[in-house]
């Protein structure tokens, strides 16, 4: 039995439809990351699923329980939002054992549970702070500690760290995946970084317009993108689209617009010839060879760990990612060649996978 | 599990904080208004309150009103009244509000200070100023008398009575218009003010052309608010002139104050007080319209 | 680390100390220890060159002999002049009201007759009514506040417009019918008859302003409650109302003073029994013949609690006590 389970979700705001038949099952423990860019209804969906928003039809349904219409209390869920939303009248100890106290434990439990939470995320001495008294992290954590104390069924990640500047974010994305691999509590993470959601998430869920797009693990998603989309929203820098024309006449091959030919892989038996989006991802390139696409170099960034460069390639502005320091200056010419077993093809109406 | 959903539980439990209110102000104003409304079709009149209490002649005591001069001239003293004394508190409430509006530490406790005005019980500026109307004790009288300019009684005098009590109404409200000017002048992005002054505008064409378009909205706010303020005015009249000399201070409300509580004609009064709120009900639904606090999000 | 945890300038923690690698093993330092850390730095630093910076402020104001300071204390007696003559009047003894000379030996013989007449009842009838009406206003009107603040009702608009109406009307609309009711209902010159009208414009300045606080505070903070175990009013109650004390607490001063401060209402509906402070002093005017002393006197004992409440509400800003709550 799944411990989260949706059923055609629907909801609209007056005349703009934001989720459309949204289903999705949830195993005991996983941690999912819904990703998507903004409008997408991700934060819709997760308020639905705590409560905080009704869904126009369709089921919840929470350990075999069904939620469709139970107040946020009654759901055995907690919710870590994007602005932290810590009461700023109580102190850190009181913010966390708010639930507690509501749920009518003794004092000596509340305290107990409070410093068992506090403990490990290092917010012991902190306990008699206010919030106004503390850094971006640390109300971070206290936002965390609220929603563990309370031993829920599911956590619900709102954005938390969409706040926090860069070198945090990175230190707190462990935390994160830490404290779940500690708790072992099913975890629904709500990002617009896609980053986050393939370093921290069992299985990822891709949103767009209120439609699932994609659900599979990080890696899944990342080979094989069941559309354009996912294939250019996963993935940093971001996929290589080259717009031409699949050729099937005996061997398949593929021109692009301009007329330079590209390799291609094997290619499943029923396919038309036709407009075809071919992608490929930066770091699928590989450089020189006598097949080569002559691309002309237009900016170079060295990463440090990495060289992205920007070309000219069968007209199209194309970034190639490669591991070793490449020496190449803009304006100077390269020969380019795609790895023909990364090739990705989509249909160029309907964005769909072809091979 | 709840009974009812939550999103409906939870419009229920609001519309239960909201009920008692609603009853409540229905009851204590709805009703009344009402009941003033059905008074003014009556020539209700408390000393014969059963024979008077009849609708055969609904609309009389609003035709006696059209043709009534007493009324007529309450009206126009209202109106000479209201507009002389906001067009004042505007200007004053304008000019102190630009001096005022500077960031020494000083100033903000002259802007404390001048709140006092504005929140003394009406009836305690009524006796300051008869104090300072009447010569006999008045400082300011004794003052002009030993600089050798006597003056006679202001508010014994048909030609300055209306002006006197205007005055004394500005000197009461002014902080108003201060503290709304101040609010918006606050708001006021530097920007516009800095590019203006490389530009080498100078300080009337600053004001002229950047503050004053800024700060308009909050002086027509602050004017309608005085506007209805100023036909509820009743002790200053009260205690100063008492609507005198002769009728030349007696403004709408007084009028109405005495048809009710001197002559008893109840139906006659609520008829004068049923215009009087509709003249509240017209300048309040302009002031929704045009900025008030809450607008429907 | 050890951090005082009130905030006041503790010596546990110097700058140069923060400065310094924290002694100890460092490779566990966690980083919010060091955010503590440079977060007390901040906030004393931050403090004492406040607190250094309003002084130099004030002594600038005060030896400046710019213009606009002149001006302004120039304007300032002269605006405050009626009323603070109303106040030396009052002060004098009361065989020297038409003195010339502006010194005198202040004396508060006009306060004790005052307070031995009727006038002494009047102000406890004041009191208790203007204090009866703002408590009853808010028990309303603070509800319903938050329940037009939260709820998308559709008659919002015409329920904002009914309460701007009745702030605005005219005294005398309400006071015939009510005159009328009370007469046949025996509440005429009662406390009780006057709080219930009082509410007439209580009522709407409640739900007036309450509904611009509540508006202040974020709803996150609510919908983090309802998710911790609140319903409505439990999230209502110890979430909310507690951030908007400050508001809640102008609001009320508010109605005291409105209440306070009426004539009209008074005058009409009270006789003997419940006359309040203003019309009392009236009563001096007509019935015990133009005692000045005694006039100027009652004036400034009635102004007295409002002129008292505005200057300690007005000190009590709302000091963003969201700050911390909310990432701002």
């Known amino acids: 039995m799944p411990a989260l389970s949706l059923r055609n979700i629907r909801k609209s705001f007056g ?83 708010f639930s507690l106290k509501l749920a009518g434990h003794k004092p000596a439990d509340i305290s107990r549970r409070v410093k068992e939470a506090a403990q490990p995320l290092g917010l012991a001495s902190l306990l008699d702070r206010h919030p106004r008294q503390l850094s971006g992290g640390q109300r971070q954590r206290v936002a965390m500690g609220r929603a563990i104390v309370r031993n829920p069924r599911a956590f619900l990640f709102d954005e938390p760290l969409s706040n926090l500047d860069a070198k945090l974010r990175v230190q707190m994305r462990t935390e994160i995946k830490a404290l779940h691999q500690r708790l072992g509590t099913t975890t629904i993470y709500v990002t617009h970084d896609q980053v986050e959601a393939m370093t921290m998430a069992d299985r990822i869920v891709v949103l767009k317009d209120g439609v699932v797009e994609q659900a599979g693990t990080p890696l899944a998603l990342y080979d094989r993108p069941e559309n354009a989309f996912v294939a250019g929203f996963v993935g940093s820098p971001a996929m290589n689209f080259i717009v031409g024309k699949l050729q099937i006449n005996g061997q398949s091959r593929f021109v692009a617009d301009d007329g330079t030919t590209l390799p291609l892989g094997p290619l499943p038996s029923a396919l038309d010839g036709g407009s075809v989006l071919y992608g490929i991802r930066p770091e699928h390139f590989a450089i020189g060879g006598e097949q080569g696409v002559d691309s002309r170099v237009v900016v170079v960034e060295p990463t440090g760990s990495e060289t992205h460069i920007a070309v000219r390639f069968a007209d199209h502005d194309v970034i190639a990612a490669f591991r070793e320091r490449i020496d190449a200056r803009p304006g100077e010419r390269l020969k380019l060649m795609p790895r023909q077993e990364y090739v990705h093809l989509f249909d160029a109406q309907s964005g769909m996978r072809l091979n | 599990m709840t009974i009812l959903p939550w999103e409906a539980s939870r419009k229920r439990a609001f519309i239960i904080g909201l009920a008692p209110a609603l009853l409540v102000l229905g009851a204590i104003t709805l009703l009344p208004t009402l009941a003033l409304i059905v008074v003014s079709f009556t020539p209700l009149s408390l000393t014969d309150p059963i024979n008077t209490f009849h609708f055969n002649n609904p609309l009389g005591n609003y035709r006696q009103l059209w043709a009534d001069t007493r009324f007529l001239n309450s009206v126009s003293v209202q109106l000479k009244l209201s507009l002389s004394s906001v067009a004042l508190q505007l200007v004053v409430g304008l000019g102190v509000a630009l001096l005022l509006n500077a960031r020494q530490a000083i100033l903000s406790a002259v802007r404390a200070v001048f709140l006092i005005p504005m929140v003394l019980p009406p009836i305690v500026v009524a006796l300051i100023w008869k104090i300072m109307y009447t010569p006999e004790v008045s400082p300011l009288h004794r003052m002009l008398e030993n600089v050798g300019l006597p003056v006679e009684s202001l508010i014994t005098n048909p030609d300055m009575a209306l002006w006197a009590i205007s005055f004394a109404e500005t000197w009461q409200w002014f902080p108003f218009t201060m503290l709304m000017v101040l609010a918006a002048l606050q708001m006021m992005p530097d920007d516009p003010l800095e590019a203006a002054r490389i530009d080498g505008a100078n300080r009337w064409q600053i004001f002229k052309y950047i503050v004053f378009p800024y700060i308009r909205p909050a002086l027509v706010i602050a004017g309608l608010f005085r506007l209805i303020d100023s036909f509820k005015a009743f002790p200053l009249i009260y205690v100063l002139t008492n609507g005198g000399p002769g009728t030349v201070t007696e403004v709408t409300n007084f009028y109405g104050f005495i048809q009710a509580f001197n002559f008893s004609y109840w139906g006659y009064a609520s008829a004068i007080a049923v215009l009087m709120l509709a003249g509240a009900f017209l300048l309040s639904w302009l002031i929704s319209r045009w900025g008030g606090h809450h607008d429907d999000e | ?311 300690l509400v007005r000190s009590y800003l709302v000091r963003g006590m969201t700050a911390g709550g909310i990432k701002d």
Not at chain 3, 2 to 17: K, L
Not at chain 3, 60 to 81: E, N, P, Y
Not at chain 3, 226 to 245: H, K, N, Q
Request: charged share 15%; net charge neutral.
């Open chain 3, 1 to 311: 680390m050890t951090m005082s945890n009130s905030g006041s300038q503790s010596a546990a923690i110097t700058p140069a100390g923060v400065d310094r690698p924290a002694a100890g093993p460092s490779a566990t330092r966690s980083l919010e220890q060091a955010d503590s850390a440079h977060l007390a730095a901040h906030v004393r630093k931050g403090r004492s060159t406040e607190s250094a910076r309003r002084t130099a402020a004030w002594l600038v104001g005060i030896a400046s002999i710019d213009g606009r300071v002149v001006g302004a204390l120039v304007l300032l007696l002269v605006v405050m002049f009626p009323f603070l003559w109303l106040v030396q009047l009052s002060l004098r003894p009361t065989n020297d009201i038409f003195g010339e000379s502006l010194l005198f030996v202040p004396s508060l013989d006009s306060f004790r007759s005052l307070l031995q007449s009727h006038f002494a009842g009047s102000f406890v009838n004041s009191l208790i009514v203007s204090t009866a009406s703002a408590g009853l206003s808010l028990l309303f009107g603070v509800p319903a506040a938050y329940a037009l603040t939260r709820c998308r009702f559709r008659a919002r608009g015409r329920i904002a417009l009914w309460i701007l109406v009745t702030r605005m009307a005219p005294p005398i609309a309400f006071t015939i019918p009510f005159y009328m009711a009370y007469r046949w209902s025996g509440l005429l010159d009662t406390n009780l008859g006057l709080i219930i009208v009082y509410l007439t414009f209580n009522l709407a300045i409640v739900i007036w302003l309450m509904q611009t606080y509540f508006a202040a505070i974020p709803q996150a903070l609510e919908e983090a409650a309802y998710i911790d175990g609140c319903g409505v009013w439990s999230a209502f109650w110890r979430v909310t109302l507690p951030l908007t004390a400050p508001g809640l607490a102008a609001t009320a001063v508010l109605c005291f003073v409105f209440s306070w401060n009426d004539f009209f209402y008074a005058l009409i509906l009270t006789r003997t029994n419940a006359t309040t402070a203003p019309v009392a002093i009236v009563n001096f005017l007509q019935y015990e013949g133009w005692e000045w002393p005694k006039i100027a006197a009652s004036g400034t004992l009635v102004m007295l609690p409002v002129v008292i409440f505005t200057i």
């Open chain 1, 15 to 97: 005349s703009a439809s934001i989720l459309r038949d949204i289903s999705l099952d949830i195993d005991e423990g996983e941690f999912i990351a819904l990703v998507g860019p903004s409008g997408c209804g991700k934060s819709t969906l997760l308020r639905i699923i705590a409560g905080l928003e009704a869904e126009d039809s369709g089921d919840i349904d929470l350990a075999g329980r069904r939620i469709n219409h139970a107040a946020p209390r009654d759901r055995d869920i907690a919710m870590v939002f994007q602005n932290y939303a810590l009461y700023p009248h109580m102190t850190v100890a009181q913010n966390l054992g």
